[in-house]
């Protein structure tokens, strides 16, 4: 699929802050696939498909993952993490999108997991860094981004889990199994 017709089917799905921020995600994981030597044609499409399903019912999304058989875990966690694996099974049956590395990197880019793909740090990453965004230490992340994805992917996760213990907020497992993974890693 081609970017033009990529952006025209998210831009239905979405309002126009959440379909902006998806285009500067898009724009973002091509520049960091081109800096990384990935495939930019998957970042491209994962970037401008991450959010796709934002907006849908949650009702919607608790049906998908029920019986699509994704980890029941999900719905004992916060609402805000079912977009990401709901909307992938959304973008391949309703925008025919079948690549798996495309759909996994839409699956996970909420919550990472352990052993995440580049193409999975990648939009991860794009989605946090963007340059709409603005929270506090992104500038550090954004520097550690031109040079180290496994380190920029680690300082995000780490300031996310941080800001969730400050909010009393649930933690997802696999985003400490992404941060783990990648403590171990950077450590080596
Ligand atoms: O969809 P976006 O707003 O662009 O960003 P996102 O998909 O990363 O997710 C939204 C929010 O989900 C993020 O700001 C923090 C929140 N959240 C709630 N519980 C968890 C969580 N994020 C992670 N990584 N892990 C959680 O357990
Ligand atoms: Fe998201
Ligand atoms: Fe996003």
Do not use: C
């Amino acid at each position: 699929m081609n970017r033009e017709k990529a952006m025209q089917i998210v831009k239905e799905q979405l309002p126009e802050k959440r379909y902006l921020h998806s285009v500067r995600v898009m724009e973002t994981a091509v520049q960091l696939a081109e800096r990384f030597q990935d495939d930019a044609k998957k970042a491209e499409m994962a970037g401008i498909f991450h959010d796709y399903a934002k907006y849908r019912p949650q009702e919607e999304l608790k049906k998908i993952i029920e019986e699509q058989n994704m980890p029941k875990e999900l719905l004992d966690f916060h609402s805000e993490l079912w977009h990401g694996p709901a909307g992938a099974y959304l973008v391949e049956q309703e925008a025919g999108i079948a690549d798996k590395d495309v759909l996994s990197a839409i699956t996970y880019h909420t919550t990472g997991r352990q052993g995440m793909t580049q193409l999975e740090k990648i939009v991860f990453l794009a989605d946090y860094i963007e340059p709409g965004r603005q929270f506090p230490g992104l500038d550090e992340v954004r520097e550690a981004a031109k040079e180290d994805l496994d380190e920029a992917v680690l300082m995000a996760l780490r300031n996310t889990i941080s800001f969730l213990m400050s909010k009393r907020s649930t933690i997802y497992p696999d985003t400490f199994h992404a941060y783990n993974d990648l403590v171990k890693k950077t450590e080596e």
